[in-house]
T-cell receptor
Framework: AAGVIQSPRHLIKEKRETATLKCYPIPRHDTVYWYQQGPGQDPQFLISFYEKMQSDKGSIPDRFSAQQFSDYHSELNMSSLELGDSALYFC???????????FGPGTRLLVL | AQSVTQPDIHITVSEGASLELRCNYSYGATPYLFWYVQSPGQGLQLLLKYFSGDTLVQGIKGFEAEFKRSQSSFNLRKPSVHWSDAAEYFCAVGGTSYGKLTFGQGTILTVHP
């Protein structure tokens, strides 16, 4: 069965640089979620999209933005990167009205 | 606001022994409850979920969990642990209209041979 695809899987950036993370949901899933998992931490909800509109917002810094495109893939844009942004970023997708979220493998971001 | 507490940060069991991981949640209405497992450096794999109905739910890899509304708990159990079960386990609660999940702090499971 098709799963959630995230790219890149690993990313190394310098402080103050920008990064773009991509998420391709499971086919026919219309809702995408982004989570951030710091070292030794539990995943924290950042933002979600339903049918290309932002549906909920969590603890996402103003330096981050995200959107969902017409093909339902989503991108998380991160600017002015800080050391504390180093984390594992998960994307999850869900088919509207069904509560199970399926997670991608994550993008590991390291900011030096 | 929804929240999840996993009281045990680290649990060690011997292979073949039984396992119970605790999870307590706080949510104003009927929650949707999940258990996910994460191996080091890997993604989150869904073990099982509870939405409604039978309070004892079966999952993959021989895991089960029981929803107890009176205790606000959703504990994960396995009768006989295998070495390959060593991982970190997260309990999560959802249920808002938009479905975001709130995770517990996780429980690291170590399995001794």
């Amino acid at each position: 069965a098709a799963g959630v695809i995230q790219s890149p899987r690993h990313l190394i950036k310098e402080k103050r640089e920008t990064a773009t993370l991509k998420c391709y949901p499971i086919p026919r899933h219309d809702t995408v979620y982004w989570y951030q998992q710091g070292p030794g931490q539990d995943p924290q909800f950042l933002i979600s999209f339903y049918e290309k509109m932002q549906s909920d917002k969590g603890s996402i810094p103003d330096r981050f933005s995200a959107q969902q495109f017409s093909d339902y893939h989503s991108e998380l844009n991160m600017s002015s990167l800080e050391l504390g942004d180093s984390a594992l970023y998960f994307c999850a997708s869900r088919r509207g009205g069904r509560e199970t979220q399926y997670f991608g493998p994550g993008t590991r971001l390291l900011v030096l | 606001a929804q929240s999840v507490t996993q009281p045990d940060i680290h649990i060690t069991v011997s292979e073949g022994a039984s396992l119970e991981l605790r999870c307590n949640y706080s949510y104003g209405a009927t929650p949707y409850l999940f258990w996910y497992v994460q191996s080091p450096g890997q993604g989150l794999q869904l073990l099982l979920k509870y939405f409604s109905g039978d309070t004892l739910v079966q999952g993959i890899k021989g895991f089960e969990a029981e929803f107890k509304r009176s205790q606000s708990s959703f504990n994960l159990r396995k009768p006989s642990v295998h070495w390959s079960d060593a991982a970190e386990y997260f309990c999560a609660v959802g249920g808002t209209s938009y479905g975001k999940l709130t995770f517990g702090q996780g429980t690291i499971l170590t399995v001794h041979p």
